[in-house]
């Protein structure tokens, strides 16, 4: 599950890629109802996350918060779940749009920009 606002509802489903517009808000909730409690824990990109943002752990639960996305928190997070019966895992591909939009934007005024000076050299013809 994830929310895009601080304040916003969760958006739940199955979805394992989810792209959020840069210096936005993002968090990820993982949780499961088991018995016995389980710990979870999050990974990015096979590293351990709980060093590298703000972590709000629970019984059966965990939240990776991000207030201000930025390219670094782009990647692969993983949910990992353990209780005495053992592992489960799910994963979520995290993007942000606005490194895209910028691209675009350069290259289409780089093209209009070509083509003024086409012009341009064509009428001094």
Known sequence: ??????SGSYHSGTSSHITVPMDSFLELRCSVDSNPVSSVIWMKESENYTEMSQITAGLNSSKVK??????EDEGIYWCLVNNSYGWTQASVKVESEGDTWLWIFIVRSIVVA???LILIAL???
Do not use: G
């Not at 991000?66 to 390219?71: F, P």
């Open 123 to 125: 009428n001094c013809l």
């Open 1 to 6: 599950m994830y929310r895009i606002s601080n």
């Open 66 to 71: 991000m207030t201000n996305l930025q390219s």
């Open 114 to 116: 070509a083509f003024i």
